[in-house]
């Protein structure tokens, strides 16, 4: 029996994992030995506060195994049954997408006509011809990750970039900035240090669209939730702000506010009513750094052009929170020292990704300025950054370019595309079905405010459409807006060839002509540190949400599972295909360019690769005395910043905004986009375009909120985890299916005759889903809430824009954009409507019997891949399969 202990990371924190004989028994969390240096302290209010000396992990972290192991991997190279690869690339049944079965592919078979179609495309049509995408995460590790291993492929190859929108930060990307810069943090503040003002300082946190126990700092697993429970009982008080009342609301709330979802920036205008009637924010703050206060001001108190004061009574109307409470949150938030923000690390939240969501942003950072911002114990943190951290020791997060393989110095040669044509993900389905796409921005903007306005057009002029789509990954059908919208795209033929190259069979991988199983990063070496998603552009210092920061070597714990490969090795093959292997790989195998990672970083001071390698994971300390650079401080009390990330304009004391003030009227604004409809000078409360105003609400009265699940990374947990569907609050089975919740407030189910368990369907003009009802007080009265990003895509008519019973909240939520120069995305602003569900129950279409049919798909030793390889698509083998589930269920009964 060989027993092995190794490392690894995954999205939900690190972990160890003990193999026994090849196989994973046991996942569990990293507890330190004693060479692990001592935890910061840090002393407050009489106490001295230090961390527990291990790694925390999420519940997902410890469903690794399952990931590894899940039915529905991807196990061998497949090829769509009835593709056709004719020679023009046309009358390839496309139409067949998403409802075809697969035959097994060798890797040579597979490899080689991906490579054909590569080079047919690109010489038929140009480089450009050819377009590839990620998802927005990913298994951790740097030499595996996308920026890595798949943009050093799409790179050296030439290829139309699809670029990404900052789906996490929408509202404040596009709006903050304009009122105090930081287009550099994607518009979040800076929150260094804050952990330790809160611990000394706070009174009061305000937890605004907010549910750090489920969202946890990003990846930062469960290490904040202490810092927490330190607040709640120093006896700082907790107000949440949400339609939900959340988990961490449920554990910690002292006060619950429920505004009707999209209705934020009405409730900040009230707020500031209450301040400005009251003179209760700080004068002399406001005079010193705000630029056109007292015309912001006038619009608030009614001498606007909409003559309408914002009073609580006003402010109640629009939000449903009652104006005794908006007065209440005002004065306790002026008269005691208050941090908090919105979302995952003060600059997120869903309340960001609305119609309105740039105004709220906007106002949301206008109020913590009106309260002397940075200020001790005055500020925009939410309680999940901002632990004291050694900034000296530098390995590198995945969006760091000195930290891909894509980029010297970790490989010899940058990789660089020679194609300029660009698409925008929100949009790659209308402009593969139009044709034609005209969008602004330069999606993650970090580079300068100015970039949020150049103009992209598709195709670019002289340039050929895209024909090729190489989609790593498979969850856009339960990601992006408006699934039926991609639906469609995959049907057309203008995409000649789609491959899908992914660990899982998600819903999309089944829209594919070739489908590559790429293995987890527990079956390959790769290198990396927990939490730290780099400086390039996703705010910087994430792992300041850690109490330790951790490098690991990502160990390979087992050989690759079936037939499956690493990203890594998929792309080298293919491009050795391609006749440039040599200078992809530049030699190096996979645990040469891990070790290329330790050498360019502070690592390879700290600690020999020989011993890294054997103990399997690094931890670096912080000095006792170390330097204190708290957030925002610099600019209350007027010195040259000192964080660890800021730009030149704030070594001379100012904001990155035009006049380096916080502009209460947008001088950026006015400058570049003054007929803006969504983002006016001044940040205003506006109607959504998709709102309880408009007329669509007539007919679809409830709103939908799809926030970040509470069980699952996205995607990736949830599909391959059937344990996790046994969680009451995440999933229920019916008939054999684990239907998703959909939460409704006990008044409006009493309204529509729904009880707690019944299957409901959620419903509007853009799409259909049959979820299970947990009717509850927790949600507010208009409000629907269900877990968005499903992992289950499951229409009951594979291929075609039918109702789902995965819970694929994503088909009702709008494909449009936030506005016509504001091109984020919206999912919670979406009216729907909800019935009780009493439709059949889809027979065979259970989402297991699916599962075994993928399996049965791959699996050359069973009868019923015969059939598939015909072409017999899926549905008959459902049946077959469904029957031998009865049978099985009869004989144990
Ligand atoms: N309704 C609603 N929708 C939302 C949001 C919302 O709030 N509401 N939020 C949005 C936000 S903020 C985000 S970030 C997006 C996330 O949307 P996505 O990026 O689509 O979601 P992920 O689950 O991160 O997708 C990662 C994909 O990469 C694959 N993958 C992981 N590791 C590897 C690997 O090593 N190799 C290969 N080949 N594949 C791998 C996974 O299997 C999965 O298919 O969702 C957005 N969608
Ligand atoms: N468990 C888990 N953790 C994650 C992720 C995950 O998928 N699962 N995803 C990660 C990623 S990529 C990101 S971007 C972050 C996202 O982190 P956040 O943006 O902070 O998370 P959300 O869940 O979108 O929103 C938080 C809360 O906003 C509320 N909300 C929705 N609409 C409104 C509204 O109109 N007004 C108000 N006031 N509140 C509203 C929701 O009910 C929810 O409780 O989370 C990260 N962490
Ligand atoms: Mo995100």
């Given at each position: 029996m060989?027993?092995?202990?190794t490392?690894s990371i995954c999205?939900g924190?690190?972990?160890a994992?003990?193999?026994?004989?090849g196989?994973?028994?046991?996942i569990?969390?990293?507890?330190?030995?004693?060479t692990?240096?001592?935890?910061w302290?840090?002393?407050?209010r009489g106490?001295e506060?230090?961390?527990?000396r291990?790694?925390t992990t999420?519940?997902?972290?410890?469903?690794?195994k399952?990931?590894a192991?899940?039915?529905?991997r991807?196990?061998?190279?497949?090829?769509?049954a009835?593709?056709?690869?004719?020679?023009?690339g046309?009358?390839?049944n496309?139409?067949n997408?998403g409802?075809s079965g697969y035959?097994r592919a060798?890797w040579?078979?597979?490899?080689e006509?991906?490579a054909r179609?590569?080079e047919?495309v690109?010489t038929?049509y140009g480089k450009?011809?050819?377009?590839?995408?990620?998802?927005?995460?990913?298994?951790?590790?740097l030499?595996?990750?996308k920026l890595s291993?798949?943009a050093?492929?799409f790179?050296?190859?030439g290829?139309?970039?699809?670029m990404?929108?900052?789906?996490?930060w929408?509202?404040?990307t596009?709006?903050?900035?304009?009122?105090?810069?930081?287009?550099w943090?994607?518009?979040g503040?800076e929150?260094?240090d804050?952990?330790?003002?809160a611990l000394q300082?706070?009174?009061?946190m305000i937890?605004w669209?907010?549910d750090p126990?489920t969202?946890?700092?990003?990846y930062?697993?469960?290490?904040?939730?202490?810092?927490r429970?330190w607040?709640?009982?120093m006896g700082?008080?907790?107000?949440?702000?949400?339609?939900?009342n959340?988990?961490?609301?449920?554990?910690?709330?002292d006060?619950?506010?429920?505004?009707r979802?999209?209705?934020?920036?009405a409730?900040c205008?009230?707020?500031a009513?209450?301040?400005?009637?009251?003179g209760t924010?700080?004068?002399?703050?406001?005079?010193?750094h705000?630029?056109?206060?007292?015309?912001?001001?006038?619009y608030?108190?009614?001498?606007?052009?909409?003559?309408?004061?914002?009073?609580p009574?006003?402010c109640?109307?629009?939000t449903?929170?009652p104006a005794a409470?908006?007065?209440?949150?005002a004065r306790?938030?002026?008269?005691?020292?208050?941090m908090g923000?919105?979302?995952?690390?003060g600059?997120f939240g869903?309340?960001?990704?609305?119609?309105n969501g740039t105004?709220f942003a906007?106002?949301?950072?206008?109020?913590?300025a009106m309260?002397?911002?940075?200020?001790?114990?005055?500020n925009?943190?939410t309680?999940?950054?901002?632990a004291?951290m050694?900034?000296?020791?530098w390995f590198?997060g995945?969006?760091?370019?000195l930290?891909q393989?894509?980029?010297?110095?970790?490989a010899?040669r940058?990789a660089?595309?020679?194609v300029?044509q660009?698409?925008y993900?929100p949009?790659?389905p209308d402009?593969?079905l139009?044709?034609?796409?005209?969008w602004?921005?330069?999606g993650?903007?970090?580079?300068g405010?100015?970039l949020?306005?150049t103009?992209?057009?598709?195709?670019?002029?002289?340039?050929s459409?895209?024909h090729?789509?190489y989609?790593y990954?498979?969850?856009?059908?339960g990601?992006?807006?408006d699934t039926n919208?991609?639906v469609?795209?995959?049907?057309?033929?203008?995409?000649?060839?789609?491959?899908?190259q992914d660990?899982?069979f998600h819903?999309?991988?089944?829209?594919?002509?070739?489908i590559?199983p790429a293995?987890?990063n527990?079956e390959?070496?790769?290198i990396?540190?927990f939490?730290?998603?780099?400086n390039g552009?996703?705010?910087?210092?994430?792992?300041?949400g850690?109490n330790?920061?951790?490098?690991?070597?990502q160990?390979?714990a087992?050989e690759p599972?079936?037939?499956s490969?690493?990203?890594?090795?998929?792309?080298?093959?293919?491009?050795a295909?391609?006749g440039?292997?040599e200078e992809?790989t530049?030699g190096?195998s996979?645990l040469d360019?891990c070790k290329?990672?330790?050498?360019?970083?502070?690592?390879?001071d700290?600690?020999?690769?020989?011993d890294?390698?054997?103990?399997g994971?690094?931890?670096?300390g912080?000095?006792?005395d170390?330097?204190r650079?708290?957030?925002?401080?610099?600019?209350?009390?007027g010195?040259?910043?000192?964080?660890?990330?800021?730009k030149?304009?704030?070594?001379?004391?100012?904001l990155?905004t035009?006049?380096?003030k916080f502009e209460?009227?947008s001088?950026?604004?006015l400058?570049?986009a003054?007929h803006?409809?969504?983002?006016t000078p001044i940040a205003t409360y506006?109607?959504?375009?998709?709102g309880?105003?408009?007329l669509?609400a007539?007919?679809y009265?409830?709103?939908?909120?799809?926030?970040?699940?509470r069980?699952d990374?996205?995607?990736?947990?949830n599909?391959?985890t059937?344990?996790?569907?046994?969680i009451?609050?995440?999933?229920?089975y019916i008939?054999?299916?684990?239907y998703?919740?959909?939460?409704?407030h006990?008044?409006?189910a009493?309204e529509?005759g729904i009880?707690d368990?019944?299957l409901?369907?959620?419903?509007?003009?853009?799409?259909?889903?049959?979820?299970?009802?947990r009717v509850t007080?927790?949600?507010?009265?208009?409000?629907?809430?269900a877990?968005?990003?499903?992992?289950?895509y499951?229409?009951?008519?594979p291929?075609e824009t039918?109702?789902d019973?995965?819970?694929?909240?994503?088909?009702l939520?709008?494909?449009k954009?936030?506005g016509?120069?504001?091109?984020?995305m919206?999912?919670n602003?979406?009216?729907m409507?909800?019935?009780k569900y009493?439709?059949?129950?889809?027979?065979?279409q259970?989402?297991?019997y699916?599962l075994?049919?993928?399996?049965l798909?791959a699996?050359?030793?069973?009868?019923?891949?015969?059939?598939?390889?015909?072409?017999?698509?899926?549905?008959?083998?459902q049946a077959?399969?469904r029957e031998?589930y009865?049978k099985?269920?009869?004989a144990?009964?």
């Amino acid at each position: 029996m060989v027993e092995k202990v190794t490392h690894s990371i995954c999205v939900g924190g690190p972990i160890a994992i003990h193999t026994v004989d090849g196989v994973i028994r046991r996942i569990r969390p990293i507890i330190f030995d004693e060479t692990a240096p001592p935890g910061w302290v840090i002393k407050a209010r009489g106490r001295e506060y230090t961390p527990y000396r291990k790694a925390t992990t999420t519940l997902i972290a410890l469903t690794e195994k399952n990931r590894a192991y899940a039915y529905d991997r991807i196990r061998y190279p497949m090829i769509r049954a009835d593709f056709v690869e004719t020679p023009d690339g046309q009358n390839r049944n496309t139409e067949n997408r998403g409802k075809s079965g697969y035959r097994r592919a060798t890797w040579d078979e597979a490899l080689e006509l991906v490579a054909r179609e590569i080079e047919r495309v690109q010489t038929t049509y140009g480089k450009e011809s050819v377009t590839a995408i990620t998802g927005s995460h990913h298994s951790w590790g740097l030499l595996g990750y996308k920026l890595s291993a798949f943009a050093r492929f799409f790179r050296m190859l030439g290829y139309t970039q699809i670029m990404d929108n900052p789906d996490s930060w929408e509202g404040f990307t596009w709006g903050a900035p304009h009122t105090y810069g930081y287009y550099w943090r994607l518009g979040g503040s800076e929150t260094f240090d804050l952990l330790e003002d809160a611990l000394q300082n706070v009174e009061t946190m305000i937890m605004w669209s907010h549910d750090p126990d489920t969202t946890r700092g990003g990846y930062a697993a469960n290490e904040s939730t202490m810092w927490r429970r330190w607040l709640d009982d120093m006896g700082v008080q907790f107000i949440y702000i949400d339609p939900f009342n959340n988990f961490s609301a449920v554990k910690q709330a002292d006060k619950w506010l429920a505004p009707r979802p999209g209705t934020d920036a009405a409730l900040c205008e009230g707020i500031a009513y209450v301040w400005l009637t009251e003179g209760t924010y700080d004068k002399e703050y406001i005079a010193r750094h705000a630029h056109r206060f007292d015309e912001w001001a006038d619009y608030i108190l009614g001498k606007g052009v909409d003559r309408t004061p914002k009073t609580p009574k006003w402010c109640e109307a629009e939000t449903g929170i009652p104006a005794a409470d908006i007065k209440a949150l005002a004065r306790r938030w002026a008269s005691t020292r208050t941090m908090g923000g919105s979302g995952l690390r003060g600059g997120f939240g869903g309340v960001c990704r609305t119609a309105n969501g740039t105004e709220f942003a906007r106002l949301m950072v206008q109020l913590f300025a009106m309260q002397g911002m940075g200020k001790p114990g005055q500020n925009i943190w939410t309680g999940t950054t901002g632990a004291p951290m050694d900034y000296n020791f530098w390995f590198g997060g995945y969006s760091d370019p000195l930290a891909q393989i894509a980029n010297q110095p970790i490989a010899d040669r940058t990789a660089v595309n020679c194609v300029t044509q660009k698409l925008y993900r929100p949009n790659l389905p209308d402009a593969i079905l139009d044709g034609h796409y005209e969008w602004h921005g330069e999606g993650f903007c970090g580079g300068g405010i100015d970039l949020e306005f150049t103009e992209h057009v598709y195709p670019e002029p002289g340039c050929s459409k895209v024909h090729l789509f190489y989609r790593y990954g498979g969850t856009f059908m339960g990601t992006m807006l408006d699934t039926n919208k991609w639906v469609r795209m995959y049907k057309s033929p203008e995409l000649e060839f789609v491959v899908n190259q992914d660990i899982h069979f998600h819903g999309e991988a089944r829209f594919a002509d070739v489908i590559l199983p790429a293995c987890t990063n527990l079956e390959r070496y790769d290198i990396g540190e927990f939490c730290n998603s780099g400086n390039g552009g996703y705010q910087s210092h994430s792992q300041t949400g850690c109490n330790w920061q951790i490098v690991v070597f990502q160990d390979k714990a087992i050989e690759p599972l079936w037939e499956s490969r690493s990203d890594y090795w998929i792309f080298s093959q293919l491009a050795a295909k391609l006749g440039w292997g040599e200078e992809y790989t530049e030699g190096r195998s996979e645990l040469d360019w891990c070790k290329r990672f330790w050498e360019k970083s502070d690592l390879c001071d700290r600690i020999s690769w020989e011993d890294f390698i054997k103990k399997g994971y690094y931890v670096a300390g912080v000095p006792a005395d170390w330097e204190r650079h708290y957030g925002f401080r610099w600019f209350a009390e007027g010195y040259p910043c000192d964080t660890p990330n800021h730009k030149p304009c704030q070594e001379e004391g100012k904001l990155g905004t035009f006049t380096g003030k916080f502009e209460f009227v947008s001088e950026s604004l006015l400058h570049w986009a003054p007929h803006d409809e969504t983002r006016t000078p001044i940040a205003t409360y506006k109607y959504s375009w998709e709102g309880h105003h408009s007329l669509k609400a007539r007919k679809y009265p409830f709103h939908l909120i799809s926030p970040h699940p509470r069980f699952d990374y996205h995607t990736q947990h949830n599909s391959s985890t059937p344990w996790l569907w046994e969680i009451p609050e995440n999933r229920r089975y019916i008939n054999g299916n684990p239907y998703l919740i959909a939460r409704i407030h006990p008044q409006k189910a009493a309204e529509k005759g729904i009880k707690d368990g019944d299957l409901v369907l959620l419903f509007n003009e853009r799409g259909s889903v049959v979820c299970v009802a947990r009717v509850t007080y927790r949600v507010e009265e208009n409000t629907i809430h269900a877990y968005g990003s499903s992992g289950i895509y499951n229409p009951v008519a594979p291929g075609e824009t039918a109702m789902d019973i995965g819970g694929c909240v994503n088909l009702l939520t709008p494909g449009k954009l936030i506005g016509s120069m504001v091109p984020g995305m919206a999912p919670n602003s979406t009216l729907m409507d909800i019935c009780k569900y009493e439709g059949p129950l889809p027979a065979g279409q259970c989402f297991e019997y699916k599962l075994d049919a993928v399996a049965l798909a791959a699996d050359p030793e069973s009868a019923t891949c015969k059939e598939i390889i015909e072409g017999h698509g899926f549905e008959s083998i459902q049946a077959k399969v469904r029957e031998e589930y009865l049978k099985k269920g009869a004989a144990a009964r």
